[in-house]
T-cell receptor, first 112, second 117 residues
Framework: AQSVAQPEDQVNVAEGNPLTVKCTYS??????LFWYVQYPNRGLQFLLK??????LVKGSYGFEAEFNKSQTSFHLKKPSALVSDSALYFC??????????FGSGTRLSIRP | GAGVSQSPRYKVAKRGQDVALRCDPI?????LFWYQQALGQGPEFLTY????????KSGLPSDRFFAERPEGSVSTLKIQRTQQEDSAVYLC???????????????FGDGTRLSIL
């Protein structure tokens, strides 16, 4: 079955350090991949997407993601973490005209 | 407001009761989606509307779940004879055009947290 996997339930990073939130995909054909962020008691916010083109995708709030076809990965990165980046992050893939399939989420905690 | 609005924010119901959850999408948005998010999980697709037409309801878990969008704007998700396993956050999202899900970002509401006692 086509899916995305987020192998880490939780990622802890010190403020100012680089952060990476991992995502791998298992999708036939061309993968269309997304990252969303969810703050407590809020809906999801779109960060970025990969459809085609450059493997490095830049998104909102200083985040970027690197599409790696050989490793079937789409890791989310930021050079310098902020405490305000603490939230739940979801990797997702486009499944059909109407459907996006989300991963299980990774909780990112940035300590001051 | 400028965003997707969902009401109520919190709903507590007894097992067996019917509930109705409302979604006001961003004005002019053609596409509307409903998701169910269980505790500690990612959102799972329930159904999709393009204007008033329900084009995909493959994610609805049972015939107790029903969604409508009669005038192509506000949508209601109804759950009949609620069960404890229906407890979850129900998220609504909208997007601007008639394009596929990969073309335009979905804008999410803050959700309705449903608790079935």
């Amino acid at each position: 079955a086509q899916s995305v996997a987020q192998p880490e339930d939780q990622v802890n990073v010190a403020e100012g350090n680089p952060l990476t939130v991992k995502c791998t995909y298992s999708v036939s054909g061309n993968p269309y991949l997304f990252w969303y962020v969810q703050y407590p008691n809020r809906g999801l916010q779109f960060l970025l997407k990969y459809i085609t083109g450059d493997n490095l995708v830049k998104g909102s709030y200083g985040f970027e993601a690197e599409f790696n076809k050989s490793q079937t990965s789409f890791h989310l990165k930021k050079p310098s973490a902020l405490v305000s980046d603490s939230a739940l992050y979801f990797c997702a893939h486009y499944s059909s005209a109407s459907k996006i399939i989300f991963g299980s989420g990774t909780r990112l905690s940035i300590r001051p | 407001g400028a965003g997707v609005s969902q009401s109520p924010r919190y709903k507590v119901a007894k097992r067996g009761q019917d509930v109705a959850l409302r979604c006001d999408p961003i004005s002019g948005h053609v596409s509307l989606f409903w998701y169910q998010q269980a505790l500690g999980q990612g959102p799972e697709f329930l159904t999709y509307f393009q204007n008033e037409a329900q084009l995909d309801k493959s994610g609805l878990p049972s015939d107790r779940f029903f969604a409508e969008r009669p005038e192509g704007s506000v949508s209601t998700l109804k759950i009949q004879r609620t069960q404890q396993e229906d407890s979850a956050v129900y998220l609504c999202a909208s997007s601007r055009g008639q394009g596929t899900a990969k073309d335009q970002p979905q804008h999410f509401g803050d959700g309705t947290r449903l608790s079935i006692l």
